[in-house]
């Protein structure tokens, strides 16, 4: 896994491409193995332009021993790894999609705690999990307004100190009483949290880099972090179809179909979605899932109106 809160984009082409060969394929069947492999019959495209017939087929090549998804994580932790630790290097040369980011974001956030805490979360205390949290962005920005404690989750290691140099008491504008709080140098595929901490586990452009046995487990284990009638959002780069595979950083952009799916084998139940509003056109849709491990009543569920990706190149 790897964090950063970035991997905004991929190439136009590819976007352009697998809308043409895959809207017939655009259907998928999950069937769950002994090693939680999920059998996707939905083709996608590399960031080379090679088709394949389907996620299955892509992730056999890509993880399909223990060497292969060694390497897959190492490649992917090494991409970042030669990334500065600052916004513009995190987002990829796209700072300024920070503060519309921010702003759709916490928007969501409150709709979701008005709906689903108990007296929105007023006078309680509590916590949050950010999950590929890079350099602090999304925390220092958003979640430490909201949260009394705050953990921060992120595999490479210059972007996790930047992160605790970000967010010191003295850079902060908030009480004493909201901190970041535990500094977890730790890739999202081991982490294991402990049980019943958070509200909200907040999971932002990471999880495009884990293998879709590794996104089951570690949602399964991460439910058991959650406090009763705690939730996840996920928020994440959308393709219209299938997926695209980018071979420079290791990470996939799946379609909401795909991830759907993958929701399912996870035992999570889509709460309520939301897109992303203003960003740059050339970039991938964005959406915004609040996922609860209950099947609950959706209050004013949105249903977004596609659009096509036309995504460039993240240098």
Same mark, same amino acid.
Do not use: M
């Given at each position: 896994m790897l964090g950063a809160n970035s991997n905004l984009c991929l190439?136009?082409?590819?976007?352009? @491409?697998?809308?043409? @060969?895959?809207?017939?394929?655009?259907?998928?069947?999950?069937?769950?193995?002994a090693t939680i492999r999920i059998e996707m019959e939905i083709g996608g495209l590399d960031s080379n332009g090679r088709e394949f017939k389907s996620a299955d087929e892509m992730w056999r090549e890509e993880v399909g021993d223990s060497q292969k998804k060694?390497?897959?994580?190492?490649?992917?932790?090494?991409?970042?790894?030669?990334?500065?630790?600052?916004?513009?290097?995190?987002?990829?040369?796209?700072?300024?999609?920070?503060?519309?980011?921010?702003?759709?974001?916490?928007? %969501?956030?409150? @709709?979701?705690? @008005?709906?689903?805490?108990?007296?929105?979360?007023?006078?309680?205390?509590?916590?949050?999990?950010?999950?590929?949290?890079?350099?602090?962005?999304?925390?220092?920005?958003?979640?430490?307004?909201? %949260?009394?404690?705050?953990?921060?989750?992120?595999?490479?290691?210059? %972007?996790l100190e930047a992160a605790r140099e970000n967010l010191a008491p003295e850079n902060l504008s908030v009480s004493e009483e909201h901190k970041a709080f535990n500094f977890y140098c730790t890739p999202l595929q081991e982490f294991t949290p402990d049980a019943q901490r958070y509200d909200v586990i907040w999971v932002q452009w990471c999880i495009g880099h884990l293998a879709d046995d590794d996104f089951v487990s570690f949602f399964k284990r991460a439910k058991a972090g959650l406090k009763p009638g705690g939730f996840f959002v996920l928020k994440e780069n959308l393709a219209k179809s299938g997926f695209v595979l980018d071979n420079e950083d290791k990470s996939i952009t799946r379609s909401d179909v795909y991830f759907k799916e993958l929701f399912t084998q996870c035992g999570l139940n889509i709460y309520k979605l939301k897109d992303q509003k203003g960003f740059p056109d050339e970039l991938f849709a964005v959406r915004m899932y609040a996922l609860t491990t209950e099947t609950l009543k959706k209050v004013g569920g949105s249903r977004p109106k596609r659009k096509a990706n036309r995504p460039a190149i993240i240098k």
């Open positions: 190439n136009s082409y590819l976007a352009a @491409t697998a809308t043409e @060969t895959h809207q017939a394929r655009d259907k998928c069947r999950v069937r769950t193995r060694l390497d897959w994580y190492r490649n992917g932790v090494g991409y970042w790894q030669g990334v500065d630790a600052s916004v513009d290097g995190v987002l990829g040369g796209y700072a300024h999609v920070n503060e519309p980011d921010i702003k759709a974001s916490e928007a %969501f956030l409150n @709709t979701l705690l @008005t709906e689903l805490v108990p007296n929105g979360g007023r006078n309680q205390h509590l916590v949050a999990l950010d999950c590929g949290s890079g350099i602090g962005r999304v925390t220092k920005n958003l979640l430490i307004r909201y %949260f009394n404690e705050v953990d921060l989750l992120e595999p490479v290691s210059h %972007f």
